[in-house]
T-cell receptor, first 115, second 114 residues
Framework: DTAVSQTPKYLVTQMGNDKSIKCEQN?????MYWYKQDSKKFLKIMFS???????INETVPNRFSPKSPDKAHLNLHINSLELGDSAVYFC??????????????FGPGTRLTVL | KQEVTQIPAALSVPEGENLVLNCSFT??????LQWFRQDPGKGLTSLLL?????REQTSGRLNASLDKSSGRSTLYIAASQPGDSATYLC?????????????FGAGTRLAVHP
């Protein structure tokens, strides 16, 4: 069974639109993340939530608004999409056993294309 | 500011060869280092995680070493197979405020040909 799942897998949309990406994990983890992988394949953290609370925000434009309705879900809403938002967005989760020791699990990614 | 560099950026080898992928990081204050594999159009799969107090970890044909003081890690793949073809990403976990986060390298794209 999938540990971290994302929907949709592909998203093609026009500039200026608003779109959402959903993420769910069934691992019982406390911490969830959103990453962006650009065309050069560089993977960068955007947000991190711990028990539904925002703990890391990497100076991402406020057009991006994460929402965590519960510990198992972290959704990403993007307003007024721009061409530069085209990328692959990965959701991830991690248990917090203490000391930053646990493995991080990634979803399959959502390829966003803004036309 | 922590930076992670991976060398080489791309590697093409014949099947059966042993190979080494390199990862370096600028700040030795890390919690751990993790190697991931990414297949085209797919997510990341964790291969090995080395705690900052450890020197190496092994899983099957993979062996990862860590020299924290010099800011280096290597991923050794023995007897490479075409199925090993993928991008290999190195990431270090560092402190961020009261929490921590992963900083990734740009990856090494490996192609193993029959």
């Amino acid at each position: 069974d999938t540990a971290v799942s994302q929907t949709p897998k592909y998203l093609v949309t026009q500039m200026g639109n608003d779109k959402s990406i959903k993420c769910e994990q069934n691992l019982g983890h406390d911490t969830m993340y959103w990453y962006k992988q650009d065309s050069k394949k560089f993977l960068k953290i955007m947000f991190s939530y711990n028990n539904k609370e925002l703990i890391i925000n990497e100076t991402v434009p406020n057009r991006f608004s994460p929402k965590s309705p519960d510990k198992a879900h972290l959704n990403l809403h993007i307003n007024s999409l721009e061409l530069g938002d085209s990328a692959v967005y990965f959701c991830a989760s991690r248990g917090t056993g203490g000391g930053g020791t646990d493995t991080q699990y990634f979803g399959p990614g959502t390829r966003l294309t803004v036309l | 500011k922590q930076e992670v560099t991976q060398i080489p950026a791309a590697l093409s080898v014949p099947e059966g060869e042993n190979l080494v992928l390199n990862c370096s990081f600028t700040d030795s204050a890390i919690y751990n280092l993790q190697w991931f594999r990414q297949d085209p159009g797919k997510g990341l799969t964790s291969l090995l995680l080395i705690q900052s107090s450890q020197r190496e970890q092994t899983s099957g044909r993979l062996n990862a070493s860590l020299d924290k003081s010099s800011g280096r890690s290597t991923l050794y793949i023995a007897a490479s197979q075409p199925g090993d073809s993928a991008t290999y990403l190195c990431a270090v976990r560092i402190k961020s405020g009261g929490y921590n986060k992963l900083i990734f390298g740009a990856g090494t794209r490996l192609a193993v040909h029959p």
